[in-house]
């Protein structure tokens, strides 16, 4: 299945100076003002934020698509703030907790910048909507990032909330793409002979999969709209309550991946977001 228009993770930073918005407009998430320019966020009003899901005033790029990336950007080395003295970090940025992926992909930016010198990562936090068998739900990210200069230390906190929106994913902008990239494919869902069903390389997808009796087990649909426990297709990709013991799909992940690559966190909330929301034609 293809990827969503939507960065479905953060945007690997690049360095940049400093620019004129901080420390004007950037904001500190430490506790104390002697320290806080070690490490500051632009780019959002406060270290606590919440966005709905292709909001434009919050979500970069403005698609209901399984993700919320936040235009946050996070900065080094702040100059020409008068409250603290304290400039050269003595290495990169520690970030908690590990096992988030946002904080993983943070923690990559950060280490993309030179401790020593003032610098921000390149603006676009992504935070994918988490996905279960009993639909998409809102993710909190709470991220903490410590920077230490010598025996100086700025420990920050970020909270970052997505939430699902109302409306449903673009079956022709979105999820086509998706399941194009990474299903339909030689031998798998593609229309060359040897491929199996359903069709998802070319066609109408939204006839080959809603409201279609799964071939294995008749008693779900591949997508029963409006229904992510009731669909067969959510639970291939989630890899859950498979009862006819096939395996999870794109065959082979998360450990070996496929050609076609395995879905992403977002990609798997956008479809089980357009599943939830009525599995529209449109």
């Known amino acids: 299945m293809g990827r969503t228009p939507a960065a479905v993770m ?37 270290t606590d934020e919440a966005c709905s899901d292709g909001n434009p005033s919050c979500d970069m790029d403005g698609v209901v698509n399984g993700v919320c990336t936040f235009p946050v950007s996070v900065c ?21 907790p590990t ?53 100086k230390r700025d420990r920050n906190k970020l909270r970052l909330t997505c939430r699902p929106s109302p ?22 869902h593609g229309s060359a ?7 998802l390389a070319a066609g109408d997808v939204h006839a080959e999969l809603v409201g ?3 071939m294995n087990v008749p008693s779900l649909m591949l997508v029963r709209a409006g229904s992510v426990a009731q669909s067969y297709l959510a ?18 992940c998360p450990k070996v991946v496929p050609a076609g690559g395995c879905l992403t966190d977002g990609e798997i909330a956008a479809i089980l977001a357009w599943i939830q929301t009525g599995a529209p034609a449109n």
Do not use: W, Y
């Open 10 to 46: 953060l945007v690997l930073a690049l360095v940049r100076s400093a620019s004129a918005e901080c420390p004007a407009e950037c904001v500190g998430g430490g506790t104390s003002p002697a320290t806080d320019c070690l490490l500051e966020f632009s780019g959002v009003p406060t």
């Open 212 to 214: 279609v009796p799964a």
């Open 235 to 252: 639970r291939k990709i989630l890899g859950k309550k498979i009862t006819d013991r096939t395996p999870r799909m794109p065959q082979g």
């Open 76 to 96: 080094i080395n702040v100059v020409g703030d008068s409250r603290c003295s304290v400039h050269g970090l003595s290495g990169v940025p520690v970030v908690r």
């Open 99 to 151: 096992r988030s992926t946002v904080a993983r992909e943070l923690a990559t930016a950060l280490a993309s910048l030179d401790p020593t010198q003032a610098g921000c990562t390149t603006p676009g936090l992504a935070v994918p909507l988490t996905a279960s068998l009993t639909g998409v739900s809102q993710t909190v990210a709470r991220i903490t990032i410590t920077a230490s200069a010598g025996r």
């Open 193 to 199: 002979p040897g491929s199996v069903g359903p069709a």
């Open 167 to 188: 409306l449903a994913p673009s079956l022709a902008g979105v999820l086509d793409p998706i399941f194009q990239t990474r299903c339909a494919l030689p031998a798998c």
